[in-house]
Structure formats: structure tokens, C-alpha cells
């Protein structure tokens, strides 16, 4: 069993910056891929970033890719999604996900963290 607990979110206005932080509990945090999800009004829950058990390979959704950073460290069990140029279509639920499935797609997610609100004015 796997807990997962983020940490981070809150009110940032357009172009501004955030970071999310995840912790797991658990000894086995570096046998999973791990990733963030976000999850709109209104919307379905939609894959954001992932990052491999090594922290070797990452993946993200297009419309991120250039603005937002994933990494992990091991050793803290912790994953974090550095947000920059934030948008106000980024105004979502976050949710950190843990995954033995392949890291490009995070499916299925085997873990799911409560989730923390982010919010871009414009």
C-alpha cells in the first residue's frame, strides 16, 4: 500500500510560478513511475507529466511541455512539477498518481494522492 499526500497548490496569478510536491509513504516509492494528473470543472482527469523509476525518462501532455518540470528524489520518496508561465486553462485539481504500468501513459494508475487545487487568474 501506497499513500501519496501533495503538497503546493494555490491561487498564482497568469505567468506566474508553482510548485508541487508529492510524498509517499512506504519503502517501495522507487519501483513506481510516477506522475501528475489534473482534473478540471467540469472535465475528465487528464494526464500532465510522468517520470520514470529512475528518474531517466519523463514524459509530458503537450500543452505543458516547455512550462512545467517533473523530478523525483528517491531518497525523500518525494515527485515534484515545477509550473511555470502558468496559464489560467491550467486551473485544475492536481493529483499525483504512482504506476508500475509503462511510464509514457501512467495506465493504469495504480495510486492516486487526495489532489491539491491550483488556480491562475488572469
Known amino acids: 500500500q501506497v499513500q501519496l499526500v501533495e503538497s503546493g497548490g494555490g491561487l498564482v496569478q497568469a505567468g506566474g510560478s508553482l510548485r508541487l510536491s508529492c510524498v509517499a509513504s512506504?519503502?517501495?516509492?522507487?519501483?513506481?513511475?510516477m506522475g501528475w494528473f489534473r482534473q478540471a470543472p467540469g472535465k475528465e482527469r487528464e494526464f500532465v507529466a510522468a517520470?520514470?523509476?529512475?528518474?531517466?525518462?519523463?514524459n509530458y501532455a503537450d500543452s505543458v511541455k516547455g512550462r512545467f518540470t517533473i523530478s523525483r528524489d528517491n531518497a525523500k520518496n518525494t515527485v515534484s512539477l515545477q509550473m511555470n508561465s502558468l496559464k489560467p486553462e491550467d486551473t485544475a485539481v492536481y493529483f499525483c498518481?504512482?504506476?508500475?504500468?509503462?511510464?509514457?501513459?501512467?495506465?493504469?494508475?495504480?495510486?492516486w494522492g487526495q489532489g491539491t487545487q491550483v488556480t491562475v487568474s488572469s
Open positions: 498518481a504512482a504506476s508500475t504500468s509503462e511510464v509514457a501513459t501512467m495506465t493504469p494508475v495504480d495510486y
Open positions: 512506504g519503502r517501495t516509492f522507487s519501483t513506481y513511475h
Open positions: 517520470i520514470s523509476r529512475g528518474g531517466a525518462i519523463t
